[in-house]
Antibody
């Protein structure tokens, strides 16, 4: 059974660094082609792909946010992390992690999402 | 980046009707197009992948098609549970991009 679950601070102040964790089970990130991505969605708006890390440890970023994003994974390949530096109000959103099982495939499993509010 | 232009932004239809949602890709994405349904407060759920392949467990009243860089999601015989938001997404190359979404309401 594939599951993903995001965790984060809930609320943080502008200019701080947002740290998010995606804990997953039921699949292996070391499987060739596997990718875990981060996607966010401001309330009432569409989805924005942020970053991804693949089975080989390669990292991919949305160019519009690349300078502020860092994606990583733990050595046991059961967690993926995302850091966003210098947050502001525009980073208020629900953050999802999702699995992409092979190149070109869609996101077939998503976490429940974690709401993050940036406010002073 | 590949732009995904989705239309309409919203639509209202009656039970049993057939509706269609479109997504136009700014360049060829070679059928690497997925459709998701999202209910309020929930994460997106995969409906269609590779433009026309039905995800396991998704009712057969959902179907996808393509014509060049234009992709369509059709929902036949609308049911109450079909209300929600629908998004397209290109999975051809990074950065992955989504359409702006379509809000489907039942009259």
């Amino acid at each position: 059974q594939v599951t993903l679950k995001e965790s984060g601070p809930g609320m943080l102040q502008p200019s701080k660094t947002l740290s998010l964790t995606c804990s997953f089970s039921g699949f292996s990130l070391s499987t060739s082609g596997m990718v875990v991505s981060w996607i966010r969605q401001p309330s009432g708006k569409s989805l924005e792909w942020l970053a991804a890390i693949d089975w080989d440890g390669d990292k991919y970023y949305n160019p519009s946010l690349k300078s502020r994003l860092t994606v990583s994974k733990d050595t046991s390949n059961t967690q993926v992390f995302l850091k966003i530096t210098s947050v502001d109000i525009a980073d208020t959103a629900t953050y999802y992690c999702a699995r992409r099982p092979w190149s070109g495939s869609p996101f077939d499993y998503w976490g429940q999402g974690v709401m993050v509010t940036v406010s002073s | 980046d590949i732009q995904m232009t989705q239309s309409p932004a919203s639509l209202s239809a009656s039970l049993g009707e057939t509706v269609s949602i479109e997504c136009l890709a700014s360049e060829d994405i070679y059928s690497n197009l997925a459709w998701y349904q999202q209910k309020p407060g929930k994460s997106p759920q995969l409906l269609i992948y590779y433009a026309s392949s039905l995800q396991d467990g998704v009712p057969s009243r959902f179907s996808g098609s393509e014509s060049g860089t234009q992709y369509s999601l059709e929902i036949n015989s609308l049911q109450p549970e079909d209300e929600g938001d629908y998004f397209c997404q290109q999975s051809y190359k990074f950065p992955y991009t989504f359409g702006a979404g379509t809000k489907l309401e039942l009259k």
